[in-house]
């Protein structure tokens, strides 16, 4: 499924990177939150990047919140 996107123990402390690079997703992620483009990132931070790869970090982050568990306090106490 994440054919761009790597989970390494031993690369950026295991946490999921860009294949082949030790770009951590998040990285890429807080770079979209700062609302800059996917060409300027690979222009100005990212230059091995490609278009491809910045969109597997979106995808793998919309797939791990659409599948998380959210447990509210209010449900504990019952």
């Known amino acids: 499924m994440f054919e ?3 989970v390494n ?3 950026c402390g295991g ?3 860009v294949k082949g690079t ?3 997703v998040h990285m890429v992620l ?3 939150e700062a609302e800059i483009c996917f060409q300027k990132i690979i222009e100005d931070y990212y230059p091995n990047l ?3 790869d910045i969109k597997a970090c979106v995808e793998y982050a919309k797939v ?3 599948d998380e568990e959210i447990h509210f ?3 504990l106490k019952e």
């Open 73 to 75: 306090a209010t449900e």
């Open 30 to 32: 807080e770079l979209i």
């Open 9 to 11: 123990s031993e690369i």
């Open 15 to 17: 946490k999921p990177c």
């Open 22 to 24: 030790r770009i951590p």
């Open 4 to 6: 761009r996107i790597s």
């Open 50 to 52: 490609k278009k491809e």
């Open 64 to 66: 791990l919140i659409k």
